[in-house]
């Protein structure tokens, strides 16, 4: 295995220092180290983050494999600095079963460019009528914790409350895609001035903020842990301020678009800016931003949502929601934020694999952690050009955007997926 030395590295925006990997972890941190056998890499200007861990990925593979398969987005993910993923339960089959989910598992390891942790889905073929097997999940090799039936809300309080409980037996969390079907019947956009000038039918605030307000009542009632998928307004940022504040076991994420993007876009009639939940208002990610940097929200998952052309590439009413995301993230986070690196790893690492329990991910770069990191150049800037995304679909809403950052290099347990910009394999 060939030891990587990178010198005048930032570790988390501190002042540089040398870092060596051997062996799969980081051997030693310290300045003026020396390795002759080693593989030197310049880090000057660069800053060494713990490998991104992304809790909403769609990966599309088993069904969609034109849009993405598992190795694609591996592949995007690790361009994107990330280590480790969540894939969520939408696939089809569904990953509603052990076999699907050690399906996925096994081509996440078959792929070998980040750790692909299979999220299942909560209701079987996420119908929301009756629990998935949760436990065989559980205790399948791909040891789920996670369940969500994301693309669909499990709008049934009663089942909502039942898989609660019932994932309290092995630490699990239930993910919410906080959506009250009933208030976005027929929705193409945010409820709001946008869509009544454009004459679209919108999806207002309320629908998402009634279900996280249920949820952290019933994550109360049963003590069990709720995590809030892609929160995008600014009253479930105060129903999660309230609830938090009164010790639920609740926690809650944003995408990098909806700290970004509003519904303005709707006027392109471009559907590549159509999303689930949809774009808000200025308002909205003003509150956002508030919240990812006070903790209301923990973490930035890219709910990276590829969909193939024929899918995207039509009428806004017929087009799917969902935006590509893996690839562009810590771009995103560092426009947003600057560089806060401290708080861009927490929310994109630390928290992100703490809340999954993906042991050896979200550590910081230190003498006998695994080697699981990403190495920035803060100050490229990048113009995004849809056709060259390792992702095998091209639905980003950045595209010929330029943005601040560049992965430099990526590295899993030791091992480069990620050099020179480059995947390596
Ligand atoms: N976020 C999205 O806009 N799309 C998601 C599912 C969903 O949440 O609708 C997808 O799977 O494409």
């Known amino acids: 295995m060939t030891a990587y030395l990178i010198t005048s ?5 501190a002042a540089p220092t040398d870092l060596l990997i051997r062996d799969g972890v980081v051997a030693e941190v310290g300045p003026g180290l020396s390795a002759p056998d080693a593989t030197v890499i310049d880090g000057t200007g660069l800053v ?64 070998g460019l980040v750790d692909v942790q299979p999220i299942g889905a909560v209701t079987v073929g996420l119908a929301g009528e009756r629990l998935a097997e949760l436990g065989a999940m559980a ?15 499990v709008a049934d309080p009663k089942l909502m409350r039942r898989a609660l409980e019932y994932v309290k037996a092995f630490d699990g969390i239930v993910a919410q895609h906080a959506e009250e079907p009933r208030l976005t019947e027929g929705a193409q956009m945010h409820e709001g001035e946008v869509s009544t000038r454009l004459g679209l039918i919108g999806w207002p605030a309320v629908a998402e903020e009634a279900i996280i307000a249920r949820d952290v009542l019933l994550a109360e009632h049963v003590g069990s842990r709720l995590h809030v998928c892609h929160v995008s307004t600014a009253g479930s940022v105060e129903v999660l301020r309230h609830a938090k504040a009164r010790g639920v076991r609740v926690t809650a994420e944003v995408t990098p678009h909806h700290l970004l993007l509003t519904d303005e876009r709707a006027e392109t009639y471009d559907p590549v ?31 990276h949502a590829p969909h193939a052309v024929e899918d995207k590439e039509c009428e806004w009413a017929y087009a799917r929601p969902g935006m590509l995301g893996l690839e562009t993230a810590l771009s995103i986070a560092l426009d947003v934020l600057g560089p806060q690196w401290d708080l861009i790893a927490e929310r994109m690492s630390r928290a992100p694999a703490r809340i999954a329990g993906l042991t050896g991910h979200g550590v910081d770069p230190a003498p006998g952690v695994p080697a699981n990191l990403t190495l920035i150049d803060p100050a490229a800037r990048r113009t995004i050009e849809p056709a060259e995304l390792a992702s095998r679909s091209r639905n980003t809403p950045y595209a010929r955007m330029t943005l601040p950052g560049r992965i430099v290099a990526t590295f899993l347990r030791g091992e480069p997926t990620v050099l020179d910009g480059k995947a390596i394999k």
């Open 9 to 13: 590295v930032s570790v988390v925006g």
């Open 48 to 111: 060494a983050l713990p490998g991104l861990v992304d809790l909403h990925t769609h990966l599309r593979e088993p069904g969609r494999e034109d849009a993405e398969t598992v190795e694609s987005g591996s592949r995007a993910a690790a361009l994107g600095g990330y280590t480790a993923v969540c894939a969520m339960a939408n696939t089809s089959p569904v990953a509603d079963t052990a076999g699907v989910v050690e399906q996925v598992w096994r081509l996440g390891r078959e792929a």
């Open 139 to 153: 205790d399948s090799a791909a040891r789920v914790r996670i369940f969500s039936d994301d693309g669909h809300c």
């Open 273 to 303: 800016f159509k999303v689930n939940p949809p774009l808000r208002t200025a308002a909205d990610v003003a509150a956002l931003r508030t919240a990812l940097a006070d903790g209301v929200l923990d973490v930035i998952a890219t709910d």
